[in-house]
């Protein structure tokens, strides 16, 4: 019975053993160049759920306004608006 579950643990360690992969290192950091002012005022930066490597950037406009914007950390892409909050 002994001999059975030591045969069973050295199996599956070895089948974990084989079945990880290296991790990618960073290479470097990646800048985004220009967010259009027009968004206003930084005012939080939240994870984009879905994606690790994706962030809301949350804007506040001279009028109250509230901006999200999602970006892409990885390429420094910026994508279109996520959501506008007209303030009165």
């Known amino acids: 019975m002994r001999r059975m579950l030591f045969a069973l643990c050295l199996l599956g360690s070895s089948m974990a053993a084989i079945s ?7 290479e470097e950091a ?7 002012a027009e968004y206003g005022e930084l005012v939080s930066v ?7 490597h994706q962030a809301v950037l949350w804007f506040e406009k001279p009028d109250h306004t509230i901006v999200a914007l999602r970006v892409d950390l990885s390429t420094g892409d ?4 996520l959501l506008t909050f007209p303030r009165q």
């Open 78 to 81: 910026i994508f279109e608006k």
């Open 30 to 36: 990646v800048t985004i160049e220009r967010i259009p």
């Open 20 to 26: 990880c992969e290296r991790i990618p290192e960073v």
């Open 46 to 52: 939240t994870p984009f759920g879905p994606r690790p």
